[in-house]
C-alpha cells in the first residue's frame, strides 16, 4: 500500500523559508517511472502544482515559482523535502506530497496534507 | 500559460447525470485527469488519461475529451459524489501541470 505523509511547521514568518518533508512508503523513489509531487492549496481556493521530482532526480518546477522553490529527496530515508523562499501571506496553503508514475502522468496517490500559515 | 475553465457549480438531483465541463484551447489534443475533492480531504484521482477509472472508482464515473472541452459525467448521482472537482492537465509547451479552478457539484 502506497502512502504519503506530509510534515512541517504550521507557522512560518513572512520572508522565512518554508522546509516540507513528505516521507512515503510503500514504493522506493528510485523505481522506474516514479515521481512525486508537491501541490498546494490556499483556503477555498483551487490547486496549484509546485514541483515534480523523478526516479532518475530529474526536477521540474512551476514557472512562476521555480525562483523560489527546490525540490531534493533522500532515498535512504524515503523522503522528498520541498523549501520555499521568501514566504509571503498569499502562501498560506495545505501542501499535499504526492505519488506520480509515468504510466498515467496523473498524481493518483495523495498524502493527507499540511496547513502552512504564513503570518508575522 | 495553459488556461483551463470550469463552471463554478453544478447541482444535481440524485439518480440524475452530471456533467461537469473543462474548457481549454485545443484540449482535446492533451491528456485530462480528474480529481474528487470531498470537504476537509485530500483530492482523490477519479479518471486519468480522458476516460480510464482507476481501480475503486465506480463505472458511474466516466470522461471524454474532444475539441476545446473535456467532461466528466457522472451518471445515476448518489449524496456521496457531493464534492469539488477539479480537471487537470499536463501543458507541454511550458512543462507545467495545470489545474482547472474546480467545479462545485450539489446533490439537491
Known amino acids: 500500500q502506497i502512502t504519503l505523509k506530509e510534515s512541517g511547521p504550521t507557522l512560518v514568518k513572512p520572508t522565512q523559508t518554508l522546509t516540507l518533508t513528505c516521507t512515503v512508503s510503500?514504493?522506493?523513489?528510485?523505481?522506474?517511472?516514479?515521481?512525486v509531487g508537491w501541490i498546494r492549496q490556499p483556503p477555498g481556493k483551487a490547486l496549484e502544482w509546485l514541483a515534480l521530482?523523478?526516479?532518475?532526480?530529474?526536477?521540474r518546477y512551476s514557472p512562476s515559482l521555480r525562483s523560489r522553490l527546490t525540490i531534493t529527496r533522500d532515498t535512504s530515508k524515503n523522503q522528498v523535502v520541498l523549501t520555499m523562499t521568501n514566504m509571503d501571506p498569499v502562501d498560506t496553503a495545505t501542501y499535499y506530497c504526492?505519488?506520480?508514475?509515468?504510466?498515467?502522468?496523473?498524481?493518483?496517490?495523495w498524502g493527507q496534507g499540511t496547513m502552512a500559515t504564513v503570518s508575522s | 500559460s495553459y488556461v483551463l475553465t470550469q463552471p463554478p457549480s453544478v447541482s444535481v438531483a440524485p439518480g440524475k447525470t452530471a456533467r461537469i465541463t473543462c474548457g481549454g484551447n485545443?484540449?482535446?489534443?492533451?491528456?485530462v485527469h480528474w480529481y474528487q475533492q470531498k470537504p476537509g480531504q485530500a483530492p482523490v484521482l477519479v479518471i486519468y488519461?480522458?476516460?480510464d477509472r482507476p481501480s475503486g472508482i465506480p463505472e458511474r464515473f466516466s470522461g471524454s475529451n474532444s475539441g476545446n472541452a473535456a467532461t466528466l459525467t457522472i451518471s445515476r448521482v448518489e449524496a456521496g459524489d457531493e464534492a469539488d472537482y477539479f480537471c487537470?492537465?499536463?501543458?507541454?509547451?511550458?512543462?507545467?501541470?495545470?489545474f482547472g479552478p474546480g467545479t462545485r457539484v450539489t446533490v439537491l
Open positions: 487537470q492537465v499536463w501543458s507541454t509547451s511550458i512543462d507545467l501541470y495545470v
Open positions: 485545443k484540449i482535446g489534443s492533451k491528456s
Open positions: 488519461y480522458d476516460s
Open positions: 510503500g514504493f522506493s523513489l528510485s523505481s522506474s517511472g516514479v515521481g
Open positions: 521530482i523523478f526516479w532518475d532526480d530529474d526536477k
Open positions: 504526492t505519488h506520480l508514475t509515468t504510466l498515467r502522468w496523473a498524481f493518483d496517490i
